[in-house]
């Protein structure tokens, strides 16, 4: 039966958050030995027109010695070439799945993969291919399937037991992928791939002191892997240790095996940098979430140069600034709107593309700006975004002079935490949905009025770790003269069904908490307060002005090597402490909300 994929959806990507891990699948489909097997494929194949057969063979040998060169267009063109003549050639969809992978077009790469495997199901090299670029891609159960498929016909190998453990792990399925490796590691205890994914495994769960031994017995068996190196660079630096983190993404850096690998490891050094208050570096190096190779770069389509503040001074220019990754970003990076807009001044225009929910907080909060929304459409693989107000506005008004992605304001105007205005917010509700909330509120009767967020809308792989389960959070839910309001977006009526039972009432008002942004930053700024991890409902009401008390991870690079938030000053922060110290830091925030209500 032949592999559906899903379609590429056009919709806002996830935020970045604090550092990826790298993905641990092994193995290169443009390898040596991935090469070396192609050719032997080709010297095994056999057609009933024999001089057009030995045609066929020279040209897929050519196509591969393309690969080999580095050459992925000229392969990509001498494989469609043959495809065109015999669309059956399994080996030729092959070839060209191989160049279009190493090319960066991973959609397309995909649909050859898949034309490859139904041409020659027993292919146990393109089922592992195809398994590779899905996990990638983030088709799970796709890639476990094919995974299972190619062991079966070739158990015991290294590369696809772990792959298989990679996926396991990213479905959080942590003691199925610790069991597929301690069955192989018994046999290839010298093996440093799977102490390596070990390790990720305990990290993924934030059991960063339990991974180090894996991540240094990888390094002891091979001092190079570059992978190994990151991803204890990942633990160590949560565990307090940053300095030691920055030197081994230092040394891993020259070792990585792919543009997709240096991409993901420059990212995690720029959050590294910033995370140690290292600002001017960190900014700088922050450009590489811009890179193609990054899973999530978006490209932005606009019909005007980019702005290089070096070589252009956007006094009385019209200056396009486009909103980039979620909504939370979207609040931390707007924090320099301000300063832009007065940098253009009053000859000049500034035009601002955010995420469509936002557009009416932000007109009103820059009244002399021009606000719309901006859209993403996923194409071949990468995140376009588009700003379709802008063709308005350039009949109207004539186009921008320049554009800038929202995020490269910081390396502008935040160079030093002195820069950092002390203000308590810089986004205005809507006076008349501020009122209305207030009496809503008023009418719940007396009490602190707390407003809760608890948990992400995207809670897959890693993200996970990040956030508690709604049962640590009793001590705040019962804290006494406390009224207590969800604001947290998503199907939460399990959590407010067993607060109920409990005994805890957790009113939630009449609005739809995901696509009501005005209403939640009106919301956040008529309670007393509001409580949560920093995601985009905690960052929307900390930058409209609302008292906010956020919860960190230790690896929250917001914090520039503070103790707080210089984005928004006035805001207070509580510190998990570690992946595991939620309980710490409920038991400190109770103690608070005790305080406040005394």
């Known amino acids: ?24 699948a092994t193995g290169d489909a443009a390898s040596p030995a991935a090469i070396r097997r192609l050719s032997h494929a ?5 057609g009933p027109n024999a001089k057009a057969q030995k045609k066929t063979v020279e040209q897929l040998k050519a196509a591969v010695a393309s690969i080999r060169m580095g050459d992925y267009q000229a392969a990509a063109k001498r494989a469609l070439a043959l495809l065109q003549t015999d669309e059956r050639n399994g080996v030729a969809w092959h070839v060209l799945a191989i160049a279009q992978e190493k090319s960066g077009r991973l959609s397309e790469a995909l649909d050859a993969y898949d034309a490859a495997l139904r041409i020659l199901p027993e292919d146990a090299n393109i089922a592992h291919d195809l398994a590779r670029l899905a996990q990638r891609l983030g088709h799970l159960d796709i890639a476990e399937k094919l995974l299972l498929k190619f062991l079966s016909m070739e158990p015991g190998h290294v590369e696809g037991t772990n792959n298989l453990a990679c996926v396991l792990r990213d479905q959080k399925r942590y003691d199925e992928a610790i069991d597929r490796l301690r069955d192989l590691i018994a046999i290839e205890p010298e093996s440093p791939t799977l102490w390596n994914t070990i390790g990720t495994v305990l990290s993924d769960q934030g059991r960063m002191g339990e991974s ?3 991540f240094d017995e990888a390094l002891r068996l091979d001092e190079g892997f570059a992978k190994a190196r990151y991803n204890r660079a990942n633990a160590l630096q949560p565990l307090g240790e940053p300095e030691r983190a920055l030197a081994d993404l230092d040394q891993a850096l020259p070792g990585a095996e792919s543009p997709y690998e240096n991409a993901m490891m420059r990212m995690a050094r720029a959050m590294l940098l910033m995370g140690m208050g290292r600002l001017k570096e ?8 811009l890179d193609p190779e990054m899973p999530e770069a978006m490209r932005v ?5 980019r702005w290089d503040p070096a070589t252009t001074d956007i006094r009385g220019k019209r200056l396009l600034v486009v909103g980039e990754q979620g909504i939370a970003d979207e609040m931390v990076f707007g924090t320099c709107l301000p300063d832009v807009i007065e940098a253009v001044g009053p000859e000049g225009k500034v035009f601002i593309a955010v995420e469509p929910r936002l557009v009416d907080l932000y007109q009103r909060s820059f009244p002399t700006a021009v606000v719309g929304g901006h859209r993403a459409v996923r194409i071949e693989g990468r995140l376009h975004r588009y700003c379709p107000f802008m063709e308005e506005v350039a009949e109207r008004e004539g186009k921008a002079d320049a554009w800038t992605p929202m995020a490269a304001l910081l390396a502008q105007y935040r160079t030093e935490l002195s820069a950092f205005p002390d203000r308590d917010g810089y986004l205005t509700p809507d006076p008349a ?22 948990k992400s809308l995207v809670l897959t792989g890693v993200r996970a770790r990040y956030f508690s389960s709604f049962e640590r959070w009793k001590p705040v839910l019962t804290a006494p003269g406390c009224v207590m309001v969800n604001l947290q977006c998503g199907d939460v009526s399990d959590d407010l069904a067993a607060a109920e039972a409990a005994g805890v009432r957790i009113w939630t008002p009449p609005m739809n908490l995901k696509d009501d942004l005005d209403d939640l930053a009106a919301i956040s700024c008529a309670l007393d307060l509001v409580i949560g991890p920093g995601i985009a409902g905690t960052n929307l009401a900390a930058a409209s002005g609302a008292r906010t008390w956020l919860i960190h991870a230790p690896d929250d690079w917001h914090l520039l090597g503070t103790d707080r938030y210089p984005f928004y000053p006035r ?8 992946f595991d110290g939620w309980p710490r830091a409920i038991g ?4 608070a909300l005790e305080a406040e209500v005394a």
Request: charged share 25%; net charge negative.
């Open 1 to 24: 039966m032949p592999l559906a994929f899903p379609a590429d959806a056009q919709t806002a990507e996830p935020a970045l958050g604090h550092m990826p891990l790298v993905q641990d």
């Open 571 to 578: 805001v207070r922060t509580f510190a998990t402490g570690g």
């Open 42 to 46: 080709l010297a095994d194949t056999r």
């Open 282 to 289: 960190g900014f700088d190096e922050y450009e590489v979430r």
């Open 588 to 591: 400190e925030i109770r103690a």
């Open 433 to 454: 949905k501020l009122a209305r909330w207030k009496i809503e509120l008023e009418a719940l009767g007396p009490g602190f009025k707390v407003g809760l967020h608890w």
């Open 212 to 214: 180090l031994p894996f």
């Open 301 to 305: 389509v606009v019909d005007a140069p």
